[in-house]
């Protein structure tokens, strides 16, 4: 069972980290610490915060490396003294509730090139793309860190993306995952099989829903026309039952695989 999320409150906005179009900054929280602030003001919304929500917290229960997560709330006096106007609206728009992720001062971009991971851990981040449908961890793109002789797992957002057309997410549980083909570390997942049996079992229906009961109803009231209890529900729903058809998206990724090498 995963641990519920810390909640700190920002204090002092340091960098922002130029990287696409969402503008994720470094950030001082009252615990001392910083992290990389995700926003919900951002181009991708509250959404881009439940998919690295999720995804970051079936990584930990999958016993994978990732930055410790926490609810990061930002006070709308942040706005006022920001001189960089794009910097200023999406602070302005990001009061309340966002998420941050613990900044590992000194880790570097992981390159296949440079390291080489072994099966086991690369098959199961294979297995975890596959079930979250994170097109987002190519060769071009990897969005892991390599920090402390460790490889660390960053960058959930663009997983789940059968929310951004919420109205027509029936059926797409059972989907397979084509895009599981371009992932960096599939080469090296020689294990799927192997990884597939012991995730089922730590990935049972109460675990994903004691995730998915994480999602704060500011993400959700916004953005749904439903009542948050219903959304949550659907989150779970949609990965419970991916999950009892795993065997769907584990099969594309062996064919992907077997096509590579």
Known sequence: ?????????????????????????????????????????????ARALIAELIGGEIARLLGLKVPELVFADLDESFGRTEPDEEIQDLLKASTGLNLGLHYLSGAISYDPAVTRVDS???????????????MDR??????????????????????????????????????????IRDHVLLP???????????????????AVWEICRQIPEAWITPNFDEPAEEVRAAYAGFLTERIHHANLFLNEAIHARNALV
């Open 188 to 206: 090296q997942a020689s294990s799927l099989l192997q990884v597939h049996e012991s995730n089922l079992r730590l990935l049972t229906d109460e």
């Open 1 to 45: 069972m995963g641990d519920v999320l810390r909640q700190v409150k920002v204090v002092r906005y340091v960098t922002p980290l130029r990287e696409g179009g969402s503008l994720p900054a470094i950030a001082e929280a009252d615990d001392g610490f910083l992290y990389v602030l995700k926003f919900r003001g951002a181009g991708q919304g």
């Open 120 to 134: 086991l851990l690369a098959s199961k981040i294979v297995w975890l793309d596959a079930l979250l449908m994170n």
């Open 138 to 179: 190519t060769a071009r793109n990897t969005n892991m860190l390599w920090w402390k002789n460790e490889l660390w797992l960053i960058d959930h957002g663009a997983s789940l993306y059968f929310h951004h057309n919420w109205s027509k997410r029936e059926g797409q549980s059972k989907q397979p995952f084509a895009l």
